[in-house]
């Protein structure tokens, strides 16, 4: 069979500042600031400091023109302690295992911030999509999902959209689960399309969580909407919400990005105008904007800064720069520990990742109730459940940063002990 030459693999931010660039080293060395700063006895901090399991699975996908393709793909658990594993799905070129332990791991301390009766998974395959056909980008998804099948179940393991991935993808992994049981399994994956099971809010949900709890520091630090300005790196699912909802609330937009690079206006951003640019013409852009690249994108001088893209950006060697009063992380993992400290320093606020973004694992999760009792909520009913989830968290972990002087993130991880409880209460086995 003929084989073709993969991608060559994609070179992020990280590669900015390299020793900063492996992201499960990172999540690791966040977990022991928590696990020391908490008070985490230390045998459990040996057991939540490492993932459950790693699967790894190398497949053949048909292509258009008949040959086959082999790719690799990863799913991982890092505890499910707390409920069935949960954590979304990333086709890039740039993914690795290490990558998607490290999201895995963040995935079970969002949901303990939460307070969302989930454990953490995250999955991804190597692949640049854009170069994908539907039908080829069909075949990869029903393939991947039957490789990784022997994890995943409505009551084990329920992966979600995640960068590059959307509803029409989680559509055919719940198809191809339920092709195998013989009937409809809605609740095997959630941000899925309305009409299979999928949940009112779901799409904004993330960006929904980036727009409260952005709100609500604005309010802690005593800054009306009306006088913030915002930047948003990346301007996709996430982004593109956080940036909408901020705007119709009061904040200014004016930069965006995606990787190509960003669209800057100090007078304001017409959101829908520079999309709709970038869908027509593959570049955002308005009348009147002036290109910048993604790193002076960070630097401007706004009230909130919101990264939503990828893990990395603001490193060591950026956070100086780092102009924002404000930093809501809408990406996962996308500051280091040694920016964090240069940010804490600085008095930047940042709402950390496993906060900020939590909104949509919550929406996730009543989608996935949803679908298990086969009754609907209405969208009000889903906001205003997503915000007083949302807000209870904010002030909580907002409590005990101000209490024991420590960072946001920190703080957040207060979910650690929370899920070091339930795995204490778990471990039935003496060796566990
Ligand atoms: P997406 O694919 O919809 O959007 C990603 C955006 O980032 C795109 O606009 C893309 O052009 C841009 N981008 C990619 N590489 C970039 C680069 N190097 N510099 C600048 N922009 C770049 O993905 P998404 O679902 O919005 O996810 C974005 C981030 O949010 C990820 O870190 C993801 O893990 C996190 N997240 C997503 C969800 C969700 O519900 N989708 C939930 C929680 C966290």
Same mark, same amino acid.
């Given at each position: ?13 990280? !590669? ?22 908490? @008070? /985490? ?22 292509? *258009?023109?008949?040959?086959?393709? %082999?790719?690799? @793909? ?27 332990? +490290? ?9 303990? #911030?939460?307070?969302?009766? &989930? ?18 980008? !069909?075949? /990869?998804?029903? =393939? ?6 022997? /994890? ?21 992994? %719940? ?58 790196? @990346? ?7 956080? +940036? ?19 669209? &800057? ?11 709709? $640019? ?11 904007? !002036?290109?910048?690249?993604?790193? $002076? ?18 490193? =060591? ?22 920016? *964090?400290?240069?940010? &804490?320093?600085?008095? #930047? ?5 496993? /906060? +900020? ?26 906001? $205003? ?5 949302? %807000? ?14 420590? %960072? ?25």
């Amino acid at each position: 069979m003929a084989q073709k030459v993969e991608a060559a693999p994609f070179k992020g931010f990280a !590669e900015a500042d390299p020793d900063q660039a492996n992201p499960w080293k990172i999540a690791q060395r966040q977990f022991d600031i928590a696990a020391q700063a908490l @008070g /985490l006895d230390p045998n459990m901090a040996s057991v939540l400091r490492e993932c459950k399991r790693q699967l790894i699975v190398t497949f053949p996908v048909l292509m *258009d023109d008949h040959t086959i393709q %082999m790719f690799t @793909g990863f799913r991982v658990h890092h505890n499910v302690d707390r409920g069935p594993a949960k954590g979304g799905i990333r086709y890039h070129p740039g993914v690795t295992i290490d990558e998607v332990k +490290a999201l895995a791991m963040w995935m079970t301390w969002k949901c303990a #911030v939460v307070g969302i009766p &989930y454990g953490g998974a995250k999955g991804g395959v190597i692949v640049d999509p854009k170069r994908l056909s539907r039908n080829e980008l !069909e075949n /990869l998804t029903r =393939r991947y999902t039957s490789e990784i099948s022997i /994890l995943i179940g409505p009551d084990r393991d329920i992966p979600a959209p995640d960068v590059n991935t959307n509803a029409q993808i989680m559509a055919w992994m %719940m198809d191809t689960i339920s092709m195998h049981a013989g009937h409809s399994v809605p609740a095997v994956v959630t941000g899925k399309p309305l009409g299979i099971g999928g949940s009112e809010g779901r799409p904004e949900a993330t960006g929904r969580g980036c727009m409260l709890t952005t709100i609500a520091a604005l309010k802690h630090l005593g800054i009306r909407p009306q006088d913030a300005t915002v930047a948003v790196q @990346g301007v996709g699912n996430v982004g593109y919400t956080t +940036a909408k909802l901020l705007a119709e609330r009061g904040c200014k937009v004016i930069a965006v990005s995606d990787s190509n690079g960003a669209c &800057y206006n100090e007078d304001g951003i017409e959101l829908d105008e520079v999309v709709r $640019e970038k869908e027509l013409n593959g570049r955002l852009r308005q009348q009147v904007c !002036e290109f910048i690249s993604n790193e $002076e994108l960070l630097e401007l001088p706004v009230t909130v800064l919101v990264p939503a893209a990828l893990e990395n950006q603001i490193h =060591r060697g950026n956070a100086n720069r780092i102009k924002a009063r404000i930093v809501c992380e809408g990406a996962n993992g996308p500051t280091t520990p040694e920016a *964090d400290e240069i940010l &804490y320093d600085k008095g #930047v606020f940042v709402i950390p990742d496993i /906060l +900020a973004n939590a909104g949509g694992v919550t929406v996730s999760y009543f989608e996935w109730v949803q679908d298990l009792q086969e009754f609907f909520w209405d969208e009000h009913d889903i906001n $205003e459940r997503l915000e007083r989830i949302m %807000m209870r968290a904010f002030d909580n972990v907002l409590k005990v940063s101000l209490e024991k002087k420590i %960072m946001m993130r920190t703080a957040a991880c207060r979910g650690v002990p929370a899920a070091a409880q339930t795995t204490s209460y778990c471990s039935k086995s003496r060796s566990m």
